[in-house]
């Protein structure tokens, strides 16, 4: 018997998600030492994790013979004093990513809908899939590639339980100032909740015209999540950890769909060290400033059109083949993302000084030019 035939059909449909592509992958694809490589494609921290988040994980090892907190208590105690908010307005989850998919379990299924953006992050579309649930999505257009909240909000009805907004925006790295995004939260009915995905807030938390601050919304009872990330500017990728802040009355059913150790031990420890780190986080948000103006400045050289970003990637266009231009620059030792579905764009993340040079060469010698 065909197993497909078991599964429940609209997973047959699930597409599966294409990460960043490993340098162990194109070492041995290109024959390339793995030294000679670097990822620009997965918006990883260039500079490398947090030390006291480093030293931290280091010291839980000694004790991995033990169950997690399953709770989290010390790192949600952690994140609500550095946040200003109770413990009971946060959960926590194995990288955002595990976020997303529980708030889809929680609010999604049959004859529900999802409200995106059609060049956001991918994983709003997959949980929703996975779901069963509709997605609707509403065109981000060229050549700005930025979010028509107008149009999002004319998507929304009665069947609509989740908005997925991120600001920025991955992978287009176009951002919406804190007053539009308040405006719209506000525009939105009660019978949906609000997704503002954050992962990249941090880079621009010196910018506060485009940081919405969702905690007296939160504390009246409106239906938003708020979801942060250790994976990019902490550097703490490879460890999975993330967290929402959001209404109580959200974070107990999320709870009930989240298995009971699923932040490990090392990322608790490391999340917690890495909060305590913000001389860090400072540094690799003025570093990503720069190395955002190197790639800036390339691309003005060569002719290519970008987004605007404020972020640690930079979508920028003019690549008439993507994938193509994503061979050639692995063959040179830069691994960047293509993004076919935006047309012409590669998106890049902004590495260390060495390697956006190395990239911006290897870009060069690829136009020809
Ligand atoms: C990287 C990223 C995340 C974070 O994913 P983790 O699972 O926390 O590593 C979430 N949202 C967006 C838009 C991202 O780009």
Redesign the pocket.
Known sequence: MDINQLAQQHILKQPLYVTGKPIAYTAREFGLDPKDIDKLAS?ENPFGPSPKGMAEARKALEEVNLYPDGGSYDLIGKIAEFRGVNREQIAVGN????LLDMIAQVFLGPGTEAVMGNHS?A?YKLATMAMNAKIVEVDMPAPGYNYNLKAMRDAVNEKTRIVFL?NPN?PTGSDLTAKEILDFADSLPETCVLVM?E??TEFIEDTPELVPDFNSRIAAGKNIIC?R?F??IYGL?GL?V?YCITRPEIVALINRVREPFNVNSIAQAAAIGAIDDQDYVNKVRELNKKGLEQLKAGFKELGLPYVDSHANFIAVSGFKDPMDAFKFLQAKGTIIRPQPAMGDVLRITVGTEAQNKKCLENIKAYLGK
């Open positions: 918006n990288g955002s990513n595990e992050f994983v991120a991955n995905d992962a990249y979801c990330t994976s990019k990728a999975r993330g």
